[in-house]
C-alpha cells in the first residue's frame, strides 16, 4: 500500500487541525445556546448551579484538548458567552442588558454577569486549560520546564481551587428551623400561568389562621426580613411568605418579560391565596402586602374579595406616577439645601418621572434613605433594608445574590408598566376589613395619596395606623407594635373556629 504523499500528510494534518479548532469553537458555542434557553438569567436553583458547573468543566475540558492549545482557554468563555447574549437578547432587565457605569449598573453587572461567569466561564477556562494540557506532548527528557510554565500552572490550581469552593458554596442548601408540632417548610406554589412561585411556610400551629406576605418591590423577596423581624407571627398565624416573580425561590418564573405585568402579579397572588386555602382548609386568608405589592394587593382583593378574610397595606402604593413627582421635587428641594450641585443638575436634566426604565430612577432611588432621612434609635431594622436580612438559612448563596438581580431586573421591566394605576379611581371599594400601615416618617408625597384613598375608600371596615420612628418600612422597623396590631386584626375579624 502506498504511502501519503508529503502534500497529502500536510493536508490531512491541516485537516485534523481544522476539526479540532472546529470542536474548541462548537463545543462550548453549542453549550452556551442551550445554557441561553434553559437559563437566560442563569442559573437559579442549586441543581441549576452545579450543573452548570459540573457541564462547563466538561465542555472547557473537550474543547482545550481539541484545540491543543491554551488558546481554548480564551476561545470557550468568548464562544460560550456570544452564544447565551444571542440567545437571550429579547430579555429585558440591569442584570441582562448592557453594563451601565452607575452604582446600579455595576451591581447589576456583578450579580448578572459576574455571577454566572463564576458559574459557567470559570469552569470553561480551567476545563479548558486541563483538557490542553493532558492533549499536549510529552515533555523533554530533560524534564525542565520554563518558570512562566510553574507559574501558569500553579495559576489554573489555584483557579480551579476557586471553582471547588464556588462548588461547594452554591451546593449547601437552604434550610429552615424546625417548628415542634407546626409546620417549618421551604416549598414552591403554582401561581397563575403554571409559573413555580417559592413559598417559606412557619407557624406553631398548623391548624392556625394562614397570612400571606406579598413583598414590595416587583422581583423582590423579604423571606430574610420577615424570619428576622416577624417570627412573633408564627405564634398565631401559619405565616406563608412568597417570593415575587423572578425573586431569589421564584427566579425560573421570570422570563418571559413582557409576560410581566400587573395582571399576571395579580393571577399569581390569586392563585397562590386560593391553594394555600385549599391546602389548609381555609376559605379565606389574611393578606399582608407591602410598598409596591400593595398595589397588586388592592387589585387582587377586589377581584376575588372571597379569598381573603382581611387585608393589610403596608407602606400602601396608590398612585406611583404621583407618588414620584412628589418625591422627586422633594428630592430635588433636598439636593439644593444641602449643597448636592450635582444631583440638582441631574435631576433637573432628567425633568420629573414617569421614566422609562430603572436607570432613569437612579437618582431618586439612591438618594430616598438620605432625602428622607429620621432617627432610627431602637429600630429592628436600620438604613440597610433588604440587604441586611440576607444572612438567614432559608437562602442559599445564590439566592442570596439573587434577592437583588431580582429586585433589579423585575422593578425595570414592570415598573413603568404601572404606572398609570391609580387606586383612587380604580379601587374605591373592597369588600374585606382594610388596615392600612404607615410610618410617620414615610415619604410624605406617598402618605398624602394614601390618605386621599382612604378617605374615599368604601370596606366593611377601615382603619390607618401610623407607627412611630419609622418609615416606608415599618413593619420591619418596629415589629412589636405591628405584631400588636395583627393580633387585633386577628381577633376582630375571626370568623367560626378561629
Same mark, same amino acid.
Given at each position: 500500500?502506498?504511502?501519503?504523499?508529503?502534500?497529502?500528510?500536510?493536508?490531512?494534518?491541516?485537516?485534523?487541525?481544522?476539526?479540532?479548532?472546529?470542536?474548541?469553537?462548537?463545543?462550548?458555542?453549542?453549550?452556551?445556546?442551550?445554557?441561553?434557553?434553559?437559563?437566560?438569567?442563569?442559573?437559579?436553583?442549586?441543581?441549576?448551579?452545579?450543573?452548570?458547573?459540573?457541564?462547563?468543566?466538561?465542555?472547557?475540558?473537550?474543547? %482545550?484538548? =481539541? *484545540?491543543?492549545?491554551?488558546? +481554548?482557554? !480564551?476561545? /470557550?468563555? #468568548?464562544?460560550?458567552?456570544? $452564544?447565551?447574549?444571542? &440567545?437571550?437578547?429579547?430579555?429585558?432587565?440591569?442584570?441582562?442588558?448592557?453594563?451601565?457605569?452607575?452604582?446600579?449598573?455595576?451591581?447589576?453587572?456583578?450579580?448578572?454577569?459576574?455571577?454566572?461567569?463564576?458559574?459557567?466561564?470559570?469552569?470553561?477556562?480551567?476545563?479548558?486549560?486541563?483538557?490542553?494540557?493532558?492533549?499536549?506532548?510529552?515533555?523533554?527528557?530533560?524534564?525542565?520546564?520554563?518558570?512562566?510554565?510553574?507559574? %501558569?500552572? =500553579? *495559576?489554573?490550581?489555584?483557579? +480551579?481551587? !476557586?471553582? /471547588?469552593? #464556588?462548588?461547594?458554596?452554591? $451546593?449547601?442548601?437552604? &434550610?429552615?428551623?424546625?417548628?415542634?408540632?407546626?409546620?417549618?417548610?421551604?416549598?414552591?406554589?403554582?401561581?397563575?400561568?403554571?409559573?413555580?412561585?417559592?413559598?417559606?411556610?412557619?407557624?406553631?400551629?398548623?391548624?392556625?389562621?394562614?397570612?400571606?406576605?406579598?413583598?414590595?418591590?416587583?422581583?423582590?423577596?423579604?423571606?430574610?426580613?420577615?424570619?428576622?423581624?416577624?417570627?412573633?407571627?408564627?405564634?398565631?398565624?401559619?405565616?406563608?411568605?412568597?417570593?415575587?416573580?423572578?425573586? +431569589?425561590?421564584?427566579? /425560573?418564573?421570570?422570563?418571559?418579560?413582557?409576560?410581566?405585568?400587573?395582571?399576571?402579579?395579580?393571577?399569581?397572588?390569586?392563585?397562590?391565596?386560593?391553594?394555600?386555602?385549599?391546602?389548609?382548609?381555609?376559605?379565606?386568608?389574611?393578606?399582608?402586602?407591602?410598598?409596591?405589592?400593595?398595589?397588586?394587593?388592592?387589585?387582587?382583593?377586589?377581584?376575588?374579595?372571597?379569598?381573603?378574610?382581611?387585608?393589610?397595606?403596608?407602606?400602601?402604593?396608590?398612585?406611583?406616577?404621583?407618588?414620584?413627582?412628589?418625591?422627586?421635587?422633594?428630592?430635588?428641594?433636598?439636593?439644593?439645601?444641602?449643597?448636592?450641585?450635582?444631583?440638582?443638575?441631574?435631576?433637573?436634566?432628567?425633568?420629573?418621572?414617569?421614566?422609562?426604565?430603572?436607570?432613569?430612577?437612579?437618582?431618586?432611588?439612591?438618594?430616598?434613605?438620605?432625602?428622607?432621612?429620621?432617627?432610627?434609635?431602637?429600630?429592628?431594622?436600620?438604613?440597610?433594608?433588604?440587604?441586611?436580612?440576607?444572612?438567614?438559612?432559608?437562602?442559599?448563596?445564590?439566592?442570596?445574590?439573587?434577592?437583588?438581580?431580582?429586585?433589579?431586573?423585575?422593578?425595570?421591566?414592570?415598573?413603568?408598566?404601572?404606572?398609570?394605576?391609580?387606586?383612587?379611581?380604580?379601587?374605591?371599594?373592597?369588600?374585606?376589613?382594610?388596615?392600612?400601615?404607615?410610618?410617620?416618617?414615610?415619604?410624605?408625597?406617598?402618605?398624602?395619596?394614601?390618605?386621599?384613598?382612604?378617605?374615599?375608600?368604601?370596606?366593611?371596615?377601615?382603619?390607618?395606623?401610623?407607627?412611630?420612628?419609622?418609615?416606608?418600612?415599618?413593619?420591619?422597623?418596629?415589629?412589636?407594635?405591628?405584631?400588636?396590631?395583627?393580633?387585633?386584626?386577628?381577633?376582630?375579624?375571626?370568623?367560626?373556629?378561629?
Amino acid at each position: 500500500m502506498a504511502k501519503p504523499s508529503l502534500s497529502q500528510s500536510a493536508l490531512l494534518t491541516r485537516a485534523t487541525r481544522s476539526v479540532r479548532w472546529l470542536v474548541t469553537g462548537v463545543a462550548p458555542l453549542g453549550w452556551g445556546l442551550l445554557v441561553g434557553w434553559w437559563t437566560p438569567r442563569g442559573p437559579g436553583t442549586t441543581a441549576e448551579a452545579v450543573t452548570s458547573i459540573l457541564v462547563s468543566l466538561a465542555v472547557g475540558g473537550l474543547a %482545550g484538548w =481539541a *484545540g491543543r492549545s491554551r488558546a +481554548a482557554m !480564551l476561545a /470557550a468563555p #468568548v464562544f460560550f458567552a456570544l $452564544a447565551v447574549e444571542l &440567545v437571550r437578547w429579547p430579555l429585558r432587565g440591569p442584570t441582562v442588558d448592557a453594563p451601565h457605569l452607575t452604582g446600579f449598573g455595576i451591581g447589576a453587572l456583578l450579580l448578572g454577569r459576574g455571577v454566572h461567569g463564576l458559574l459557567s466561564l470559570l469552569p470553561l477556562l480551567v476545563g479548558a486549560a486541563y483538557g490542553a494540557g493532558l492533549a499536549r506532548r510529552v515533555a523533554p527528557a530533560t524534564g525542565r520546564r520554563p518558570v512562566w510554565t510553574w507559574l %501558569g500552572r =500553579a *495559576g489554573v490550581g489555584l483557579l +480551579a481551587a !476557586l471553582v /471547588a469552593l #464556588v462548588t461547594v458554596g452554591v $451546593a449547601l442548601p437552604a &434550610v429552615t428551623a424546625a417548628v415542634p408540632g407546626g409546620i417549618a417548610e421551604l416549598t414552591t406554589v403554582r401561581g397563575g400561568g403554571d409559573r413555580e412561585l417559592g413559598v417559606l411556610l412557619r407557624g406553631a400551629d398548623r391548624r392556625a389562621p394562614v397570612l400571606l406576605f406579598l413583598p414590595g418591590g416587583p422581583g423582590s423577596s423579604e423571606v430574610g426580613a420577615v424570619r428576622r423581624h416577624l417570627p412573633d407571627l408564627e405564634r398565631q398565624f401559619v405565616v406563608a411568605t412568597v417570593d415575587r416573580r423572578g425573586a +431569589a425561590r421564584s427566579w /425560573a418564573a421570570f422570563p418571559p418579560s413582557s409576560s410581566l405585568t400587573l395582571d399576571s402579579e395579580v393571577a399569581d397572588l390569586l392563585a397562590v391565596a386560593d391553594r394555600l386555602g385549599q391546602r389548609f382548609g381555609r376559605s379565606d386568608v389574611y393578606l399582608v402586602a407591602h410598598s409596591g405589592g400593595s398595589l397588586v394587593a388592592a387589585v387582587a382583593v377586589q377581584r376575588r374579595p372571597e379569598l381573603f378574610r382581611a387585608y393589610v397595606g403596608v407602606g400602601q402604593a396608590v398612585d406611583l406616577r404621583a407618588a414620584d413627582r412628589s418625591q422627586y421635587t422633594d428630592t430635588v428641594a433636598w439636593a439644593g439645601r444641602t449643597g448636592r450641585a450635582d444631583l440638582v443638575r441631574q435631576l433637573t436634566d432628567l425633568g420629573p418621572p414617569l421614566y422609562p426604565d430603572m436607570y432613569h430612577y437612579e437618582p431618586l432611588l439612591a438618594n430616598e434613605a438620605a432625602a428622607f432621612d429620621f432617627d432610627r434609635t431602637g429600630n429592628h431594622e436600620g438604613r440597610g433594608g433588604t440587604g441586611e436580612n440576607l444572612g438567614v438559612a432559608e437562602y442559599t448563596l445564590l439566592e442570596k445574590a439573587h434577592v437583588l438581580g431580582g429586585t433589579l431586573d423585575g422593578w425595570d421591566v414592570l415598573y413603568p408598566k404601572v404606572q398609570q394605576v391609580d387606586l383612587r379611581t380604580r379601587v374605591r371599594q373592597l369588600a374585606v376589613p382594610v388596615y392600612l400601615v404607615d410610618g410617620v416618617h414615610e415619604v410624605p408625597g406617598r402618605l398624602a395619596l394614601t390618605a386621599q384613598w382612604y378617605a374615599q375608600l368604601q370596606a366593611p371596615h377601615k382603619e390607618h395606623v401610623l407607627l412611630d420612628a419609622a418609615g416606608h418600612r415599618s413593619l420591619f422597623q418596629r415589629p412589636g407594635p405591628f405584631v400588636d396590631l395583627l393580633t387585633r386584626v386577628r381577633a376582630e375579624t375571626a370568623g367560626p373556629g378561629q
